[in-house]
């Protein structure tokens, strides 16, 4: 079933029997359970680059260079500046595409 497929059993709940309400509800868990891990995947990607990071940063402040840049401050400025802080410029409701609902 696709997403549309599903937005339609929403609107339509008291026309649909059990066993339709059952397939919808175990394809919508089986749904989140795949985006769950896909979140899992990402947090440990980021983990790992963030470690790498934290380290070549150490090198670098033992080594006696500059760990902050000024592409570091503009980019803090930037963010600081932005007024909409908290909103997410990602379109949730958008499918993911094929190459990141395989990763």
Request: without cysteine.
């Amino acid at each position: 079933m696709s997403d549309g497929t599903y937005d339609e059993v929403l609107l339509d709940l008291e026309n649909k029997s059990n066993d339709e309400l059952r397939e919808v509800l175990n394809a919508l868990y089986e749904e989140e359970q795949k985006l769950s891990y896909r979140r899992r995947v990402l947090h440990g990607k980021i983990d790992i680059l963030r470690a790498e990071l934290v380290s070549r940063l150490e090198n670098q402040r033992e080594a006696g260079e500059d760990v902050i840049s000024g592409g570091d401050i503009e980019r803090l400025i930037e963010i600081l500046s932005n007024e909409s802080r908290g909103v997410s410029s990602i379109d949730v409701t958008e499918p993911l595409g094929d190459e990141e609902q395989n990763d």
